[in-house]
């Protein structure tokens, strides 16, 4: 049996801040699995947006400018977390983790040790899983996977036959299950035109290729630099970030001015030409706002062209499940930018926020 330490590294958020609000420990009390809990030993941690944006308190509906990394100015009741309420401090971020199971609680499943696993990262109540009001997320309602060790609910976690190394693991747990759940809300088919913003990032490139798994149409935005890159994904067409005349650059690529299914992760002040770019009928999905979440919209617009949006956050079990089958199955395909050792959080969070990258960082304790 391995031999658990008492302590161990880790990186603890201690406040809403800049950087130093994030503190690189070597002393930090290793966690103890209780009830139907298993102690994963970390062998790779994905580094995520809501991990920038939780220790900014970008959350907060007092905030309401672009994703930055810097901090915020609260209010004092601040909502800044994903599920609407303040976060408990000192907590360890970190939600994408693949690793070995070392112990479990007294309820957990024994078998579970010396497994591979992934972990699925919504904690639920399991008496009432379906309810989205009973819900938090693994590394802000709880502490996630910057560290040498953590714990979750033995019903959180996927043992996982695959090829690929925990830090390729470690990119898909948030970045795609994000993905595939705002595909799944979209009602995404077989020959929709789906027009993907962010596509360089970690859920951009998911989207890209989720849907293209269902059979669609896929029109990927990015930065002409890394337009190389994204092509690896293999989306069906690519366009600079953001075309002045969307319509004639969607017409030039696919015979076609308007998309069925604008999945976008970017909001901001490109948002009203995004939705003009719908055909009649079309959908909306998105899950997430870096360039700001404060937008102008027509309703006129939304009525007129029978237009449906959808948010989506928190994602019914199916979706976790579903994905470690297209994992498992060599259906998806991971991007790993860059690996971060623990010690060397800091550099590699600045580094994550200049978004020069394509594809999901990863830290490796």
């Known amino acids: 049996m391995t031999e658990i ?14 950087l130093d609000a994030l ?41 309401t400018e672009a994703t930055t990394g810097g901090a915020y100015e609260l209010d004092a009741t601040a909502d800044n977390t994903w599920g609407g309420a303040g976060v408990q401090f000192p907590r360890i971020q970190g939600a994408d983790v693949c690793g070995y199971v070392v112990a479990t609680g007294a309820q957990a499943d024994k078998s579970l040790i010396g ?11 399991w008496d009432d899983p379906l309810n ?7 590394g802000s309602e709880a502490d996630g996977g910057y560290a040498e060790y953590t714990k979750i609910d033995e019903r959180n976690v996927y043992p996982i036959e695959s090829t690929l190394s925990d830090a390729e693991l470690a990119t898909f747990s948030c970045s795609y299950s994000t993905a595939e759940g705002m595909l799944d809300r979209a009602k995404v088919v077989e020959g929709d035109r789906v027009l993907i913003t962010g596509a360089s990032g970690g859920v951009g490139g998911a989207l890209i290729q989720l849907a293209n798994r269902r059979g669609a149409i896929t029109i990927a935005m990015a930065s ?19 075309p002045k005349d969307l319509k004639a650059a969607l017409k ?22 995004l939705i003009d770019a719908l055909d009649r009928g079309g959908r909306y999905t998105t ?34 499940n ?28 600045k580094a994550f926020i200049k978004k020069t990258h394509t594809g999901n960082f990863v830290v490796i304790p």
């Open 224 to 242: 002409e630099t890394k337009h190389p890159e994204v092509a690896k994904l293999n989306p069906t067409h690519i366009l600079p970030r953001g």
């Open 23 to 63: 503190e690189y420990r070597t002393d930090w009390p290793v966690p103890m699995p209780e009830g139907r809990e298993v102690l994963i030993k970390v062998a790779a941690c994905g580094m995520n947006n809501t991990d920038v944006n939780t220790r900014a308190g970008w959350y907060s509906k007092s905030v």
């Open 132 to 138: 989205m009001h009973k819900t938090g997320y693994f």
């Open 252 to 273: 030039d690529a696919t015979g076609h001015d308007s998309v069925n299914v604008v999945a976008d992760i970017v909001a901001g002040d490109y948002f009203p030409t």
């Open 5 to 18: 330490p008492k302590e161990m590294r880790a990186v603890v958020l201690m406040r809403h801040g800049d």
């Open 322 to 349: 579903d994905l470690v089958g297209y994992i498992e199955r060599g259906e998806v395909t991971p991007i790993v930018a860059q690996t971060v050792p623990l010690d060397e959080f800091h550099e590699g969070q």
């Open 115 to 125: 497994k591979r696993v992934i972990t699925d990262n919504w904690l639920r109540d």
């Open 287 to 320: 899950s997430g706002a870096i360039a700001g979440p404060i937008v102008e919209l027509d309703v006129r617009t939304l009525y007129l062209m029978d237009l449906t949006f959808t948010g989506s956050t928190v994602i019914p079990p199916r979706i976790f």
